[in-house]
């Protein structure tokens, strides 16, 4: 059983579409993470979120408490976008639990 | 460049051999994190320091454990090495509990 997950796992989008992608937790949080992992490995913390709605530049993220849910929004997608997106939940003091990613590709 | 640096990139060893992996945290970060991440189980929470001082374990083998250094840097051990320990290794830092900096990952492969 997954504490997370996330949907879809696969997508492909053309280069200016709209872009959400969904995850969804069944245990209690403190905080909820975005991450995003480039093809060559590195990964890079987008979004820390404990309630409502962060934006920076294209990309928005939001979480809804009562629902266990968060979305990851990328307005104007480009193909530099593409990567694999993440969603991991803190638990209590400091466990953190992983989505399985959604592989994003954008085409020009 | 998130300032968490890790060595060595790249780690080729044996079954049954013992390594160390190291990992520097942005200036003034306290807190360190390790993760694994492989291709069947994607990524794990292994377990967080804070200023010296274990704070959190999550799916850490016995044959693995780590310390931070009065420096703040930390260093993971893996010992008894099985094939299915090659991963991508990554450390994070962070203030305290807040955003996490991720370092560039040491690749570990095991023959």
């Not at chain 2, 016995?62 to 090659?86: I, K, T, V």
């Amino acid at each position: 059983k997954n504490e997370v997950e996330q949907s879809p796992q696969n997508l492909t989008a053309q280069e200016g579409e709209f872009i959400t992608i969904n995850c969804s937790y069944s245990v209690g949080i403190s905080a909820l993470h975005w991450l995003q992992q480039h093809p060559g490995g590195g990964i890079v913390s987008l979004f820390m979120l404990s309630s409502g709605k962060k934006k920076h530049g294209r990309l928005i993220a939001t979480i809804n408490i009562q629902e266990k849910h968060s979305s990851l929004h990328i307005t104007a997608s480009h193909p530099r976008d593409s990567a694999v997106y993440i969603c991991a939940v803190r638990v209590g003091g400091n466990q953190f639990y992983f989505g399985t990613g959604t592989s994003l590709t954008v085409i020009p | 460049d998130s300032g968490v640096t890790q060595t060595p990139k790249h780690l080729i060893t044996a079954t049954g051999q013992r390594v160390t992996l190291r990992c520097s945290p942005r200036s003034g970060d306290l807190s360190v994190y390790w993760y694994q991440q492989s291709l069947d189980q994607g990524l794990q929470f292994l377990i967080q320091y804070y200023n010296g001082e274990e704070r959190a374990k999550g799916n850490i083998l016995e044959r693995f454990s780590a310390q931070q250094f009065p420096d703040l840097h930390s260093e993971l051990n893996l010992s008894s090495l099985e094939l299915g320990d090659s991963a991508l290794y990554f450390c994070a830092s962070s203030v305290a509990g807040g955003e996490q900096f991720f370092g560039p990952g040491t690749r570990l492969t095991v023959l």
